[in-house]
Structures are given as C-alpha cells and as structure tokens.
C-alpha cells in the first residue's frame, strides 16, 4: 500500500478541530481550518489492512522479547560505577544489519 495516492479516500482525524479561530487569523488559514472541520466531521470512512501488514501482525503477536536479567543487571551495574564502555563501532555493525534484514524482508 503506497501512502498518498490518488485512489486512497481522505481518512478524518480522530478529534475534530476547535470551531472558532483568533480574530489575527488570515483568511487563508481560516479557510483551510474550515476545510479541515468539514472533514474532521464525516464518519464511516473505510480503513483497510492490508495481508501483508496482518501477516506481519500475526508473525509479531508469537514472539515474545526475551530478557536476559544477569546482563541487565551487570549493564546497570557498570553504569552505575562508570565503567560502561560504549563501543560505538559494534552499534554501527548491528544498526548497519539490523538495516540490512529490514531491506531483505520487504524485497521477499
């Protein structure tokens, strides 16, 4: 699904927007505020979901984070007395694969 098209209907936001506007208002923004109301004010817009984004859904619901307490603590522990050394180039890595997999996973 591709954000933006021209097939896509306008989706109305969730809280209508104030009716009134400040005197110093231009005319410009009161017309688009206007605009905004009226379509703030229509319900019953469809929304669909995409397979792909349910099947993303459904795969993401089975995995749960699994924590592992002892680095946590020995992490917060390191903090704590300053000697916590960050290892800029092994953020880089993970960032650069983590990248990487999310590329992969949207070509297949």
């Known amino acids: 699904m591709k954000i ?37 004010q229509s319900a019953g817009v469809a929304v669909t979901v995409s397979t792909l984004a349910r099947t993303l859904e459904a795969a993401n619901r089975g995995e749960a984070a699994e924590v592992d307490t002892e680095k946590v603590n020995a992490v917060r522990a390191a903090i704590e007395q300053g000697s916590y050394v960050v290892n800029p ?20």
């Open 4 to 40: 933006g098209q021209p097939s896509d209907p306008p989706v109305s936001a969730s809280s209508p927007l104030p009716a009134t506007q400040p005197k110093s208002a231009s005319s410009a923004s009161t017309n688009a505020n206007t605009a905004a109301s009226k379509s703030t």
């Open 89 to 108: 180039e092994a953020i880089a890595d993970k960032l650069l694969a983590n990248a990487q997999e999310l590329l992969d996973r949207t070509r297949n």
